[in-house]
């Protein structure tokens, strides 16, 4: 697989540049749901909730990616109702764990490739899979995105990809 140098960043709390690109992406977060959720079941199946989120934190660094992933569930929440609030601390929890496995992974490696794009989507599944199960006690439940949710997560790492490397130049 190939991986490709880019400019990775780490933008600070201090920065008015941090809120201006969590702003855009946390509009991506709200926009692209709204459209998955035309679809039956597209929230569940598409998983659109995380796909600003990795690409904020991959190319922006942890704190913009901490600050899409708490702000687009909270604000969809607020807004939609979804996602509701009994799964919101779930949802949260994961986009957490998206946000810093993005952001890890891209300040050690300062590349990006599909296999470490699956990479970081398969760790904050995994962990948070294992987080969703110890706080709702059923494992057939928590494997909800597992089960339902694959081509989201194909989604996430091929079009995480090609925004990351073909579209974001800076």
Not at 1 to 29: C, H, I, P, Q, R
Not at 118 to 129: A, D, E, K, P
Not at 150 to 167: E, R, T
Request: proline share 4%; glycine share 8%; net charge positive.
């Amino acid at each position: 697989m190939e991986t490709t140098a880019s400019k990775f960043y780490t933008l600070d709390y201090k920065e008015a540049k941090t809120y201006l690109v969590v702003s855009l992406f946390v509009l991506g977060n709200i926009l692209l749901p709204q459209l998955c959720h035309l679809i039956p079941n597209g929230g569940m199946t598409l998983l659109p909730i995380y796909f600003f989120t990795l690409i904020a934190a991959y190319k922006y660094g942890w704190q913009a990616g901490l600050l899409t992933a708490v702000l687009s569930p909270t604000i969809n929440s607020l807004l939609f109702g979804m996602p509701t609030s009994e799964i919101l601390p779930l949802i949260l929890m994961k986009s957490v764990l998206l946000a810093l496995a993005a952001s890890f992974v891209a300040k050690k490696t300062q590349s990006v490739s599909i296999s470490l794009l699956i990479l970081v989507v398969l760790s904050y599944q995994v962990v948070g899979t294992l987080g969703e199960w110890f706080i709702i006690g059923d494992f057939y439940k928590a494997l909800q995105d597992f089960r339902i949710g694959a081509l989201g997560m194909l989604i996430q790492v091929f079009g995480g990809y090609f925004i990351i490397k073909y579209l974001i130049k800076d």
